[in-house]
T-cell receptor, first 113, second 114 residues
Framework: GNSVTQMEGPVTLSEEAFLTINCTYTATGYPSLFWYVQYPGEGLQLLLK?????DKGSNKGFEATYRKETTSFHLEKGSVQVSDSAVYFCALTSTDSWGKLQFGAGTQVVVTP | NAGVTQTPKFQVLKTGQSMTLQCAQD?????MYWYRQDPGMGLRLIYY???????DKGEVPNGYNVSRLNKREFSLRLESAAPSQTSVYFC?????????????FGSGTQLSVL
C-alpha cells in the first residue's frame, strides 16, 4: 500500500534560517505528491504539488522536487519567517487510490524571532 | 466565500453518547471526506463519498457512520462514543477530475470523549 514518512518535529529555527523537511514515500501506481500546511487553529491548506517525476512545486518561497529515483519530496525554504510557523504534511495520491490522500504524520515548525 | 464549513468546533461527550458532526461545502464539489487527526499519526481517512449517493470506508471506519445527505452535505455520526475517538476531525472536499486533486478542508472539530 501507499505510505508517507516525514521527519519528526518539532523543528525550531530562527528567522531567516534555511528550512528542510524530509519526506519519502512508497506507492503503487503513479503518485502525485503534495505538501499541505496547517496554521494554528485552522484546517489544512495546499501549499504545493508535483504530479510527475522531476516536477518542482513552488509557492510562497517553498519548493519541493519530485525525485522518483529516491522516492522523495523534500520541502525547502531559503529564509523562513515567524509566519511560517505551522505543521507541514507531506501527502500523496496515486492512480489506484482514486484521489484519496495518504498523509504523513506531520512536522511542526517553530520559527523564533 | 465560505468553502467547507464544519459544526460544531468543539464538543465534549461522555462515553456511550452519540453525536453527529456536520459538514457542508458550497463549491459544488463531487467528493467529500472525513479525516481524523491524532498526534504523531497525521490525518487518517475515516469515510469518503465520491459523489452524491455513494459512501465508502477509509482507513479507520470502525465506530463511525456517514451520510451524504445531498451534494453539499456530508455528516459523520458517532453512535456510541469511546475515549479512543477523542481527536480532531476534519471534513474536506474535492472537485471533479483526475488532475483536480486539491482538497479543501474545514477548520476542524475538536472532540473529547470522557
Amino acid at each position: 500500500g501507499n505510505s508517507v514518512t516525514q521527519m519528526e518535529g518539532p523543528v525550531t529555527l530562527s528567522e531567516e534560517a534555511f528550512l528542510t523537511i524530509n519526506c519519502t514515500y512508497t506507492a503503487t501506481g503513479y503518485p502525485s505528491l503534495f505538501w499541505y500546511v496547517q496554521y494554528p487553529g485552522e484546517g489544512l491548506q495546499l501549499l504545493l504539488k508535483a504530479t510527475k517525476a522531476d516536477d518542482k512545486g513552488s509557492n510562497k518561497g517553498f519548493e519541493a522536487t519530485y525525485r522518483k529515483e529516491t522516492t522523495s519530496f523534500h520541502l525547502e525554504k531559503g529564509s523562513v519567517q515567524v509566519s511560517d510557523s505551522a505543521v507541514y504534511f507531506c501527502a500523496l495520491t496515486s492512480t489506484d487510490s482514486w484521489g484519496k490522500l495518504q498523509f504523513g504524520a506531520g512536522t511542526q515548525v517553530v520559527v523564533t524571532p | 466565500n465560505a468553502g467547507v464549513t464544519q459544526t460544531p468546533k468543539f464538543q465534549v461527550l461522555k462515553t456511550g453518547q452519540s453525536m453527529t458532526l456536520q459538514c457542508a461545502q458550497d463549491m459544488n464539489h463531487n467528493s467529500m471526506y472525513w479525516y481524523r487527526q491524532d498526534p504523531g499519526m497525521g490525518l487518517r481517512l475515516i469515510y469518503y463519498s465520491a459523489s452524491e449517493g455513494t459512501t465508502d470506508k477509509g482507513e479507520v471506519p470502525n465506530g463511525y457512520n456517514v451520510s451524504r445527505l445531498n451534494k453539499r452535505e456530508f455528516s459523520l455520526r458517532l453512535e456510541s462514543a469511546a475515549p479512543s475517538q477523542t481527536s480532531v476531525y476534519f471534513c474536506a472536499s474535492k472537485g471533479q477530475g483526475a488532475t483536480n486533486e486539491k482538497l479543501f478542508f474545514g477548520s476542524g472539530t475538536q472532540l473529547s470523549v470522557l
